[in-house]
């Protein structure tokens, strides 16, 4: 059993910059990739960022790219999103996901990942 717990949200300047992060606790660690997601209030959870766990390779959200970094400390098992040039409609709650081996390396749905923490929530102001 792996617990996420992720922290970091919380009130931010648009055009400011956040760091999320999210740690992994338990016996084992069974995620080859490892993913931020976020909710806004009356959408769908979408699709933020991933990256693979060993070879540290990334793919992101158009919307975030080129604004969002994902990274992981391989030793800590503890994961990251380092938000930059936060606009107002990047306000939500923002959940990382562990995706265990065979589940679809290049496939982003949520659906494909197994654990997920409690969620962190970011707000924005204008």
């Known amino acids: 059993q792996v617990h996420l717990l992720e922290s970091g949200g919380g009130l931010v300047q648009a055009g400011g910059s956040l760091r999320l992060s999210c740690a992994a606790s338990g016996r084992s660690f069974p995620f080859s990739n490892m993913g931020w997601f976020r909710q806004a209030p009356g959408k769908e959870r979408e699709f933020v960022a991933d990256i693979s766990w060993s070879g540290g390779s990334t793919f992101y959200a158009y919307s975030v790219k080129d604004r969002f970094a994902i990274s992981r400390d391989y030793g800590k098992r503890t994961l990251y999103l380092h938000m930059n040039i936060v606009k107002p409609e990047d306000a939500a709650v923002y959940y990382c996901?562990?995706?265990?081996?065979?589940?679809?390396?290049?496939?982003?749905?949520?659906?494909?990942?197994?654990?997920w923490g409690q969620g962190t929530e970011v707000t924005v102001s204008s």
């Open positions: 996901a562990g995706k265990v081996p065979g589940a679809g390396a290049t496939d982003y749905r949520a659906a494909t990942y197994s654990d």
